[in-house]
Structures are given as structure tokens and as C-alpha cells.
């Protein structure tokens, strides 16, 4: 069973940083992209960022959070890092980790994490 499990999410004051971990893990062949989502309360979930996997590229980035966060992964690890730095009130959100992969079946899916909390407030 394909499983993206996320953490690192918590409460941190304006301005200032947290970083996510996503790890993807079980009988997979290959990643093709992963991503960050976020949806806030009452809101539609959003795209963050996303990175190609195995060298082929650099991760892009909503305009919302362009130069503050920064992603960055570990292939061999198949993880992903997610750096948040000068956080403001308005990144409240569920951060849900995303994948498209193949698993060792030759199944091409998309993956969702099970969403990790993070709450910016004084």
C-alpha cells in the first residue's frame, strides 16, 4: 500500500518558520511529481508548490507564498521538505502532501497525504 505520510506541522507566532515532511513509502516504481496543498477553513484547497522528481527540474510556486516558502526534496529518500519561513495568518491551513507515481504494478495514481494542521497566530 502507497502511503504519503506528512508531519512537522504546528502553531508558530507571524514571522515565523516551520518546516513539513512528507515521506512517501510502500511498493513503489517511480515518482513523477510532489506537491503541496493547502486548504484553509471555509475554503477550496489550493495548490502550493510542486517539485519533478529525479533531477529533472525545480519546484514552482503559487504566487501567495513565492520567496518565502521553499521546497526541496530527497530522492533516495522519496521525501520532501517544505521550508516556511515569514509566515502570516492567511497560511492557516491544512498542508496535504500529493503525488503522481507508478507503483511496482505499472499503476500510474495520484496520492494524498492525510493533511498535517498549521496554525499562524499571536
Known amino acids: 500500500q502507497v502511503q504519503l505520510v506528512e508531519s512537522g506541522g504546528g502553531l508558530v507566532q507571524p514571522g515565523g518558520s516551520l518546516r513539513l515532511s512528507c515521506a512517501a513509502s510502500?511498493?513503489?516504481?517511480?515518482?513523477?511529481?510532489m506537491s503541496w496543498y493547502r486548504q484553509a477553513p471555509g475554503k477550496q484547497r489550493e495548490w502550493v508548490t510542486s517539485?519533478?522528481?529525479?533531477?529533472?527540474?525545480?519546484?514552482t510556486y503559487a504566487d501567495s507564498v513565492e520567496g518565502r516558502f521553499t521546497m526541496s526534496r530527497v530522492d533516495d529518500e522519496n521525501t520532501v521538505y517544505l521550508t516556511m519561513n515569514s509566515l502570516i495568518p492567511d497560511d492557516t491551513a491544512v498542508y496535504y502532501c500529493?503525488?503522481?507515481?507508478?507503483?511496482?504494478?505499472?499503476?500510474?495514481?495520484?496520492?494524498w497525504g492525510q493533511g498535517t494542521q498549521v496554525t499562524v497566530s499571536s
Open positions: 500529493h503525488s503522481w507515481l507508478k507503483d511496482r504494478q505499472g499503476a500510474m495514481s495520484e496520492y
Open positions: 510502500g511498493p513503489i516504481f517511480s515518482i513523477y511529481t
Open positions: 517539485i519533478p522528481s529525479g533531477g529533472s527540474g525545480w519546484p
